[in-house]
């Protein structure tokens, strides 16, 4: 690990994008980091039969390293105990947790001025841990417009009216920049068993997920005991039950959202840990036949069965919706919206509470 201190000066900050979109200004003063790097975590090697000849090279005898995560890392000056895993959701990236759209901080920096370690990850089969030991096919499908309805920035072409989203151009093309196919089939499996060698790097430490990440995260605090909590930004898919306690599946206008059964022993590592969900706004509670609002009513309805399932079996996990707190206007990706350090702010009043700073 590299110890050498790293100054990140507040006029980096206003420097501009490559894009040419302009970076908003940090009124946060330098920004000391100790040490940063990145590795690779887990994964499988795959190995084909015969001898290897350097003169007449086919794949013979020739090994490949597939399905791993990659992970880059900051820890700032005098860390708190505990870092924090930042893991994306669907077609994103680390970048999720980076520099927001419109230039400001994410995240990443949001956490490393409150003293946390930050370790953010590209999942197994996606960004800069591409390399996937199972074939798929990436075409240039166009869904720029799907992702403006489904991540509730508004309904295409018109943004909700308190969107917490900046509506420049050059914000919206940065955010449609920042989506990313998956190089191989998604699979909760691999990215857990990913995640689960990636806190045996980190020792201890929180865990936050981003929409279909959140599935993933359970199965990793199930099979890694470094998972000290989780911090959980609108879960979208694999909600886990005990197997015979399954909610009913969930049909919407953007199809049926269904539990998903593991052990009730594995369950019950889920009752462990602090855990807290947040949900955005602009999504009703009641169906609809709009299809990116009713996606959004049936994960926010089974995440509150998945919340009375844990603390029924014993746990400490709780739900919040922003709306019902008088915080108004979050797209689905709350971390990176306008209002993201008064979200920042919630977060680490939990993680306070819990004793987890």
């Known amino acids: 690990?590299?110890?050498?201190?790293?100054?990140?000066?507040?006029?980096?900050?206003?420097?501009?994008?490559?894009?040419?979109?302009a970076m908003s200004s940090s009124n946060s003063g330098p920004l000391m980091i100790?040490?940063?790097?990145?590795?690779?975590?887990g994964g499988t090697v795959q190995v084909t039969p015969g001898n290897y000849d350097n003169n007449k090279p086919t794949t013979a005898g020739q090994?490949?390293?597939?399905?791993?995560?990659?992970?880059?890392y900051q820890v700032p000056q005098n860390p708190k105990p505990l870092p924090i895993v930042?893991?994306?959701?669907?077609?994103?990236?680390?970048?999720?947790?980076?520099?927001?759209?419109?230039?400001?901080?994410?995240?990443?920096?949001?956490?490393?001025?409150r003293g946390?370690?930050?370790?953010?990850v590209d999942q197994p089969r996606r960004g800069r841990a591409g390399n996937s030991t199972i074939a798929t096919t990436t075409e240039?499908?166009?869904?720029?417009q799907l992702f403006f309805d489904q991540f509730r920035l508004g309904k295409w072409p018109s943004y909700f009216d308190n969107v917490q989203f900046d509506r420049t151009p050059e914000t919206l093309e940065q955010f449609f920049r920042s989506v990313t196919p998956n190089t191989g089939p998604y699979n909760a499996d691999v990215i857990s068993d990913a995640m689960s060698a990636l806190f045996a790097k980190t020792g201890p430490a929180i865990l936050f997920t981003h929409s279909q990440g959140g599935g993933p995260g359970w199965l990793t605090a199930i099979k890694s005991p470094n998972v000290k909590a989780i911090v959980a930004f609108e879960p979208g898919s694999g909600f886990i039950f005990p197997q015979g306690e399954m909610p009913s599946a969930m049909p919407s206008a953007a199809g049926t959202l269904s539990p998903e059964a593991v052990p009730l022993s594995d369950f019950q590592k889920l009752t462990r840990i602090p855990i807290v969900i947040y949900y955005g706004d602009n999504f009703p509670v009641e169906p609809t036949t709009e299809r990116g609002q009713d996606n959004w009513r049936v994960r926010l309805a089974m995440a509150r069965l998945w919340v009375d399932a844990i603390n029924r079996h014993g746990g400490d996990a709780r739900l919040v919706h922003l709306p019902q707190i008088g915080i108004r206007g979050n797209t689905h990706f709350l971390m990176s919206d306008l209002n993201n350090v008064q979200i920042a702010?919630?977060?680490?009043?939990?993680l306070s509470e819990k004793k987890l700073d």
Request: glycine fraction near 8%; hydrophobic fraction near 45%.
């Open 34 to 41: 100790k040490a940063q790097g990145s590795f690779a975590a």
């Open 1 to 21: 690990m590299n110890t050498t201190p790293i100054l990140f000066s507040a006029a980096m900050a206003m420097a501009s994008l490559l894009s040419g979109c």
């Open 140 to 144: 240039p499908t166009p869904y720029d």
């Open 86 to 113: 930042m893991l994306h959701g669907a077609f994103q990236s680390a970048r999720s947790w980076e520099t927001t759209s419109d230039g400001r901080e994410g995240f990443q920096t949001l956490f490393l001025r």
């Open 345 to 350: 702010d919630l977060v680490s009043k939990f």
């Open 63 to 72: 090994s490949f390293h597939g399905d791993h995560l990659y992970a880059f």
């Open 116 to 120: 946390f370690p930050v370790y953010l």
